[in-house]
């Protein structure tokens, strides 16, 4: 009898250890709403200096890579939205460059001299900003593609 009840207690034990580790485990919503909140970081950041100067978009690209690096920190546990942290990063971290790549070239013009020299470097830094920011579309949109995705699949039940 002494042993049914040593039992019996040890597994009301391991139920109650069981269920508060259950009740303590991050559910899918707060996770979505934890992702969804670093995401928004970064698309606020986007939406306030768009179209700005040189020292404004190398600021918003340092900004854009932290975002980046602090998804690249943070793990889930469902599998769906590590896979779209991931995809966020790598969104993230591609603006970043593109944007910091296109404030240089801006840059540079800036400080070109009026000779066949400085036109020559006005040209270039013209085309890696062309490029620069086509690839900062791209990516944008690969940005705008994704929202959707993870919206729909937090809205899900677990």
């Known amino acids: 009898m002494f042993i049914l009840r040593k039992y019996i207690v040890i597994t009301f034990v391991s139920l109650g250890a069981a269920m508060a580790l259950t009740s303590c485990s991050e559910t899918k919503i707060a996770q979505c709403q934890r992702l969804i909140q670093t995401?928004?970081?970064?698309?606020?950041?986007?939406?306030?200096?768009?179209?700005s100067q040189v020292s404004t978009s190398l600021e918003l690209a340092k900004e854009l890579e932290g975002v980046s690096n602090k998804l690249k920190g943070t793990?889930?546990?469902?599998?769906?939205?590590?896979?779209?942290?991931?995809?966020?990063?790598?969104?993230?971290?591609?603006?970043?460059?593109?944007?910091?790549?296109?404030?240089?070239?801006?840059?540079?013009?800036?400080?070109?001299?009026?000779s066949a020299g400085g036109r020559e470097k006005i040209q270039k830094a013209k085309a890696d900003m062309d490029d620069a920011?086509?690839?900062?579309?791209d990516?944008?949109?690969?940005?705008d593609?994704?929202?959707?995705?993870?919206n729909k699949y937090c809205s899900q039940p677990e």
């Open 39 to 51: 995401v928004n970081e970064g698309t606020a950041s986007l939406e306030a200096k768009k179209g």
């Open 139 to 143: 990516a944008a949109k690969k940005l």
């Open 75 to 114: 793990q889930y546990k469902d599998e769906q939205l590590e896979k779209y942290k991931t995809q966020y990063a790598e969104i993230f971290a591609n603006l970043s460059q593109k944007i910091d790549k296109a404030a240089k070239g801006l840059g540079a013009t800036k400080k070109a001299e009026s």
């Open 133 to 137: 920011l086509k690839s900062a579309t």
């Open 145 to 150: 593609g994704v929202v959707p995705e993870l």
